[in-house]
């Protein structure tokens, strides 16, 4: 478990990152910051692993302040996936994924072997192990990028918009990937977007933010599409145009019903009822 | 060329002793430029200390700090270390900028990404920003080697026994034949070195031979600064 109590970062020019935040983030859940540029929720992600620290308030993990925590044994027992992958350009992909281990003393052997298997774990083939990085694809690399947080076994996994940078169909696949994972793996996970489509597919507790850091609300991806807490969290997951309120429409000519929006603009079609 | 063959064994012992007088020196000055490249990206005024500094040593005349140094040093004006470190202080004076310039040039997220997983201060210089500045450092060093290997000569002049004393024994004697076999040593010694530099590069940095566009023109810029 993941406690923020009263946390605020300023910033030296007096500007608050965030300010008075406090919110529990359960264990072996996936909680999603959502929110716009400025709203805080990269700092917040990164106040767990001690890349940022705050101006007042505690992060708790396990009930422990990692204020007093050495930052580098913090950071290596959490996993953590960025956005442009920040994978090393000339270390070999078998060898980015085994960073970690290596640096804890894990022999070389057993780091590769360990490496191979998580290989497998992101579904990407293990013929890829002796490349450099950058010959694989976006999504590859990403992929590679969860590998290597989860070389360690974290008990914590954050991921900073870890699929921004890839193209909308490897970044639904991916997203798809973690659920996946997430199933088997069943980790603390706290995932940073900006992307509110993207915080409903993996999320099972979502926080909207606010610029500062404020959280608008936070709950499950149904309750928030059932009640909007206000106008500002509509706008955000799209209810004031119309996005999320979905009606049926029957085609006549081929006999598909038809979901559209309230503008009329389809958004899928009516499958049989799984029941 | 029968001077050659008659005083074979002068000539290779002088491109010894002058091979020997010029990888102390670049060795040394890559030592002790790296770290100060470093701490020359820490902050802007220690940059321009270290950047300023190693400008400033660089205008010292050789021939006077050849002169100079047996006082500061305690030893014999003959005495080779005197060259040594003259030279080495040239070496520091010439890499630091380059070195400085290389760390600072190492990709910004890969040097967050090491931190944010948990390298140290210390493994992530070792395993992160070294390596990935290997290529810029390699480039400065070879321009460090040549020029050194070219500097050992003025030695000559206050007695050191290396391919300079071909320089001046042969302009004395007006004897342009030997003058002409000490540049040509002069230049195996510099072609081997720069060789021997590229062959570590490629042992080292493996990662490396499969040469980016990018990485290519960051090297072609750190040796157009001199």
Redesign the interface.
Known sequence: MIEFQNVTKQFPDGTFAVKDFSLVLPSHKVTVFVGSSGAGKTTLL?MI?R?VNPTSGKVLIDGEDVAGLNP??????IG?V?Q?????????IADNIA??PR?NGVPKSKAREEALILLDTVGLDRSLADR?P?QLSGGQQQRVGVA??LASDPNILLMDEPFGAVDPIVRLELQDELNRLQGEISKTMVFVTHNIDEAFAIADQVVILRAGGEIAQVGSPAEILANPADDFVETFIGADKGKRTLHLQRREEDGVTLIVDAEGRPAGILGEDKG | MSWLVDNFDLVARLTGNHAILSVIPIVLGFVIAVPLGWIANRSHSLRSWVIGGGSFLYTIPSLPLFVILPYILGTRITDERNIIVALTIYAVAMMVRTAADALAAV?A??V?????????LW?RFWL?EF??AGPVLLAGLRVVSASTIALVSVGAIIGSANLGYLFTNGKQRDFLEEILIGIGASFLIALVFDIAIVLLGRVL?P??L?K?PASKSIRQNAVGVY
């Open positions: 990164r692993n890349m580098v044994a913090l950071r290596r027992k953590y960025l442009a992958t920040g994978l090393l350009p000339h270390r070999k960073s970690v640096l450099y950058d290597r947080a | 990709p997220d890969a967050e990404a090491s931190t944010s997983i948990g390298y140290s493994t992160v390596p990935l940095m990662w490396n499969r980016s």
